[in-house]
């Protein structure tokens, strides 16, 4: 291997890489994009609406103060890879009598991006922002995606905040509120951080992460328990707390459209495998050395996995994701929930806490504060589906591109890079 193209291994810092490499995969990286019909530059009045709202962003969340809950006194951060540009979701937590209360905050982008605004057209053309690993393209201009809406500490900011109250026992909604709110962040964690907060009692939200850590231990036990299907058992605490505190938010949100509005959304469903596929699946896992799934578990193809995972190891791990993946239906965005969502057992599921970076998010940011649905939400969930598809394969082929030149992808998503001279 060739020395002057190794990842110079650090401490946890960002990752370095020689300039003359990075300018190779910067060119490779243009000429994907030209393939996938990705285009990373924004218009120039896109770019100054979004400028104008930089300009009077202060002056606008003070007079939006009037007409919302002021949530800046309770203790509030959020939590991303080391790498991340764009802050649209954070936690607050309160541990109460009979249970939980859980704050959710998301970026108000719906405040300024709007249905007559050039940049919510764009944001439907766009579908989404593209996570390449080290190099995000955003589905809003930067001056939304890293400064207007993003959460980032010690700035007021807009932002819709889904309020759950927890029964301590059955961990089951008591109550939830959807509102605007006015929040500052307190900080800004990576994952690694996050971690560090929960093992020292020192530092500062220790308490917090170790409250939130274990409420969301629970959430994701019970799932699993329920038959939502879990296939990344091994990630660290603070990954887990974000994945289970966005999952209820986005349950709560998607349950209030649909059974107490009943409205059309752009709802997540994801149908299941048919019978056959299914015990392929599970024929296959059975054969991994070691692996015996008890019976009573394969009543639910989905408890038999998350049984599965917990019982393997290393290379099992992956051959047992795989093994389900090949013959897990892709999920879709339809306008109607019917059916589900099958990997994750929840009758109707769908997202809300993402309206940074994705036109999904900020569809439905739409619809719960202004009761109006798009005309054409039919075609804008089909259109969002086929441009996840290009995204992914894009962040897919770039990340090959990584390791080409012996860059590991997943390290430079949690810490970064640093270009450097040779």
């Not at 879990?230 to 605490?237: F, H, K, P």
Request: hydrophobic letters at 35%.
């Amino acid at each position: 291997m060739n020395e002057d193209r190794e990842e110079k291994k650090g401490n946890g810092g960002p990752i370095k890489i020689p300039a003359e490499v990075y300018k190779q995969i910067v060119g490779k990286r243009e000429a994907l994009l030209e393939k996938l019909g990705i285009v990373e530059q924004f218009p120039e009045e896109v770019i100054e609406e979004a400028k104008g709202w930089a300009d009077r962003n202060k002056e606008e969340v003070s007079l939006e103060l009037e007409n919302r809950r002021d949530l800046r006194e309770l203790t509030t951060w959020t939590t991303d890879p080391a790498s991340a540009q764009d802050f649209d979701d954070a936690l607050s937590i309160a541990e109460e009598e009979k249970g939980y209360r859980i704050w959710v905050y998301i970026a108000d982008v719906t405040h300024y991006v709007t249905p007559d605004t050039k940049t919510w057209k764009l944001a439907m053309e766009r579908g989404n922002s593209t996570y390449m690993s080290g190099h995000t393209i955003h589905m809003l201009p930067r001056y939304l995606a890293e400064d207007v809406c993003s959460l980032v500490p010690g700035e007021d900011r807009l932002a819709h905040t889904v309020e759950m109250y927890i029964n301590r026992d059955t961990l089951s909604y008591e109550s939830i509120d959807i509102y605007k709110s006015v929040i500052r962040s307190d900080e800004r964690l990576t994952y690694r951080e996050c971690e560090k907060r929960l093992g020292d009692p020192d530092l500062p939200l220790h308490k917090e992460c170790k409250t939130i850590c274990e409420v969301t231990e629970r959430l994701q036990k019970q799932r699993k328990d329920d038959g939502s299907l879990v296939l990344n058992q091994n990630r660290d605490r603070s990954h887990m707390i974000v994945e289970e505190c966005m999952l209820k938010a986005n349950k709560a949100v998607t349950h209030e459209l649909m059974w107490n509005r009943g409205v059309e959304a752009m709802y997540r469903v994801h149908p299941q495998p048919t019978p056959r596929e299914w015990d392929s699946a599970l024929q296959e896992i059975q054969k991994l050395p070691g692996i015996n799934i008890p019976s009573a578990s394969l009543e639910d193809p989905r408890i038999a996995v998350n049984v599965a995972i917990e019982a393997a190891e290393g290379y099992q791990i992956e051959k047992i994701k795989r093994s389900v993946l090949k013959v897990m239906p892709r999920a879709m965005y339809m306008a109607d929930p019917f059916g589900g969502h099958h990997a994750l057992n929840f009758d109707v599921y769908g997202h809300f806490t993402s309206p940074i970076r994705r036109m999904s998010d900020l569809i439905n940011h739409w619809i719960v504060h202004m009761r109006e649905i798009p005309e054409n939400i039919d075609e804008l969930c089909k259109r969002a589906q086929d441009l996840q598809k290009t995204s992914e394969q894009c962040e897919r082929e770039y990340d090959q591109i990584l390791r080409d030149e012996a860059l590991d992808p997943v390290r430079i998503r949690d810490q970064g890079i640093e270009v450097i001279k040779e």
